[in-house]
């Protein structure tokens, strides 16, 4: 943009209420004088809105909203941007059963699917039971995923934050109560994964935002 | 979805250049740092940064959001566009309805909408700068368009006023009969008995009906004068359209009910 141009075309009023209430801090008589002599074409303007502003700022205390009166005025005010069009419906994202399920669903094997993804099996098992933390996985990592998948990114970050889930195809005797591991971070499993390559490892610690 | 680390270094720029300096805006450093922070979070992790309070860690502010809601529409991140847009939402809504409150409950709600949409008209507008305001003074810009709404709104606000009021409450002149009656008659200020205006309150201001509490906040926090021999100046008496002698009654009634207020408090 050009600055001299830009600041030498005829000021529109909204432009000039931008400024003057950037320049100006607080409304006061002194810098409305100033600028009324400035940009004289807005005076009423300029005057009806300083006086406006004056009461805004000087707005007495009122009995703050309930949460649900706030809440549903922002769901009031969302329904209305998305109307009008500034905001953008987003569908729910599908719940997916699993991320070894449906990509073997689509034909594809784990193998494969962890070769796609530039992860090793056992890593791309952990995220599939859900045995990672979602908070420390890399969303170049989901958006891979969901890519090899077909499936937006939104729908396996939800599945990712879901809670931790057995192995498929294990049983118990019926005398043990089975248990989870616990969680552990994306770069923790990274580091403990033999079957990673270097060149791998130090990728997704890079990703994660650790050196390799 | 987290995003690669060079586009999370490199801030899209401000552009808009102010008149009055010659200067491009600038974003304050505080809130560069922390959209750098915010920017490659995993998408749970920014709505709970965006849901956060200002005493909490890691803490967004209003001008981060608005740079980071462009920036998830310029990527087609809109799930992420409507979570971050929610939480800004939600800040504003009690704000905005505190400000608007005297318009009221006739006009509130769509006061209220009005300042929204257009909060999101500017926020969204790729086609311009106009929207870089929202990410140097963001509360600054909420205010001047409640102004704006407010101003827009002025005329109706006051019509319903004045059905419901008399003319002398909501700022027309006295008729003959009314001054003859004592309607709204307000004695001359009692010498020695001027309020102390550093001690008045929120509450005190509060208890004043309109036209009284406007003129009193121009009068004595603005500096408006009464009137002016300087023609073009703007006046309290010639911003309401009523004769200096009605706005000094104003204010003696005004001054007086903040005295008694006063003195209640005592």
Known sequence: MNRNNDTMRPAPLEEVLDEYVMAVGQ???????????????????????????ARVDHAPDVPAESQAQIEA????????????????SVERAPELAGLVEVAEAKGLTKKQLAEQTGLSVPLLTRLDRRLIRYASIPGEVVSRVAAALGSQAGAVALYLQGGPRFAQAVSYKADEAPTLPEQQDFAEAVR?????TPEQRAELLGLAGEQG | VQHDT???????????????????YKREPEVERQIHDAISLPPSQLAGRA??????????????????IRHFRREGDERTVNDLSGALVRRCESYVARKLYHVGTALLEECRD????????????????????????????????????VSAYAGLRDQIASSVSPAWVHGGELSEGEREEGVGYVPEPVSGDKVDTALLVQEALAMLEEPHRMVFVLRHYQGWPVESKHPG??????YFGVTSRTVRNWLTTAEKRLAEWREERI
């Not at chain 1, 403990?192 to 990673?196: C, I, R, Y």
């Not at chain 2, 060079?6 to 491009?24: D, K, M, W």
């Open chain 2, 51 to 68: 849901a956060a309070r200002e005493d909490q860690p890691g803490y967004l502010s209003a001008e981060a959001l608005a740079y980071l």
């Open chain 1, 192 to 196: 403990d994964d033999a079957a990673l």
């Open chain 2, 233 to 238: 100046e703007p006046t309290i008496s010639g």
């Open chain 1, 73 to 88: 005025a922002v769901q009031r005010h969302m329904a209305m941007l998305r109307e009008r069009g500034l905001l953008y």
């Open chain 2, 114 to 149: 009005q300042v929204v949409f257009r909060l999101f008209e500017r926020l969204l507008d790729f086609e311009s700068d106009r929207g870089d305001f929202l990410q140097v003074r963001f509360w600054a810009f909420l205010n001047r368009l409640v102004a704006d709404v």
């Open chain 2, 6 to 24: 060079e586009q999370a270094t490199q801030l899209a720029p401000l552009t808009h250049v102010a008149r009055s300096t010659g200067q491009v």
């Open chain 1, 27 to 53: 409304p006061n008589h002194p810098a409305l004088v100033e600028w009324v002599a400035r940009y004289p074409q807005y005076e009423d303007e300029l005057t009806r809105f300083t006086v406006e502003w």
